[in-house]
C-alpha cells in the first residue's frame, strides 16, 4: 500500500481493462454491503465457493475475502503457464461486464466456504484472463469499485501507484469521482464492522443449503422419502 494522501482534486483516472489489478494480485476484500447487494440479487450462493473468513492469528482481526487462485506452476512460475481458470463457470451474476467473458459456475456452497488461509498472491477467480474481463462487473465488491482509490483514517489514497489508468490522465465526471470516493468511505467504514458479518453469512448458509434440501427433496421418490423419514424419526429418538 502506497502512502496515504487526499486524492487532488484533478485526480485523473481512466480504467485501460488491462487487468494488471486483478490478474495478481492478493486477496480482495468483501464487505457486508457486497453479500447483501448479492444476497437481494439472489446470487450470492455462487459467490460462496470463493469466499474465505480468514483470521490472522498474530492480529486476530477477521478478514471476508474473495480468495485468489494460484494458478502458476509452484517450480516455474512464469507469465503464461497453465492458462486455465474459472472462466467458463457461471456465476449468475449480472451480464454488464468488461468486454467479453463469461461468468463462472456456483458450486456446493457448503462446502466450499472456507475458513482458513489465503492465497496472498494469485488471479481473482472472478478475471477472465483471456478476455481480460471481469465475469461479475455490474456485481463486483466496493473495493473494485472505488479502485485505484482507498481510504484510511481519514485520508484517501492511492492503492496502486503503477495503475496505467492514473497515467492516462484523463479527467474523471463529478460523478464518477464522488462515487468512487463514496465506494472508498463506504469499505472502510464497513471493514470496521467485519465482526458482525459472521452471523450474517452463516444464515445465508444455512437459507442457502435449506433451499437446496428442499430442491433435492422435491425430486426424492417416495419410497427414498420414506426412508428420509424413518432415519430422522430414529435420529430423534436417541
Ligand atoms: S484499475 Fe488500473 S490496473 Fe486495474 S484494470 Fe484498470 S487500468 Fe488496469
Ligand atoms: S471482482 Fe472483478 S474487478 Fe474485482 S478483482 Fe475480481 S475480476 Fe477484478
Not at 5 to 25: L, Y
Not at 60 to 85: W, Y
Not at 117 to 141: F, S
Amino acid at each position: 500500500m502506497s502512502e496515504t494522501k487526499e486524492p487532488k482534486s484533478k485526480f485523473k483516472f481512466t480504467c485501460t481493462k488491462c487487468g494488471a489489478c486483478c490478474e495478481n494480485r492478493g486477496p480482495v476484500p468483501l464487505t457486508i454491503s457486497d453479500l447483501e447487494a448479492w444476497a437481494s440479487k439472489k446470487i450470492i450462493r455462487n459467490m460462496f465457493p470463493y469466499i474465505v473468513i480468514h483470521r490472522e492469528k498474530a492480529s486476530s482481526i477477521t478478514r471476508l475475502v474473495f480468495n485468489m487462485i494460484n494458478d502458476q506452476p509452484a517450480s516455474k512460475a512464469k507469465e503464461g503457464d497453465s492458462e486455465k481458470d474459472n472462466a467458463s463457470r457461471e456465476t449468475g451474476a449480472s451480464s454488464e461486464k468488461k468486454e467479453g467473458g463469461s461468468t463462472p459456475e456456483g458450486g456446493d456452497e457448503m462446502d466450499d466456504i472456507i475458513v482458513g488461509e489465503i492465497v496472498e498472491k494469485g488471479k481473482c477467480p472472478m478475471y477472465n484472463k483471456e478476455t481480460k474481463a471481469c465475469l461479475i462487473w455490474a456485481d463486483r465488491p466496493t473495493y473494485c469499485r472505488a479502485f485505484p482509490l482507498g481510504f484510511e483514517d481519514g485520508s484517501f489514497f492511492v492503492e496502486m501507484e503503477d495503475c496505467p489508468g492514473l497515467a492516462t490522465k484523463e479527467e474523471m465526471s463529478k460523478d464518477l469521482l464522488k462515487q468512487m470516493r463514496d465506494d472508498a468511505k463506504r469499505l472502510a467504514d464497513d471493514s470496521r464492522q467485519v465482526g458482525i458479518v459472521l452471523p450474517i453469512l452463516q444464515a445465508l448458509v444455512m437459507n442457502a443449503l435449506q433451499q437446496a434440501n428442499l430442491r433435492a427433496m422435491s425430486k426424492m421418490s417416495p419410497e427414498d422419502m420414506q426412508k428420509l423419514n424413518d432415519i430422522m424419526q430414529k435420529m430423534s429418538q436417541k
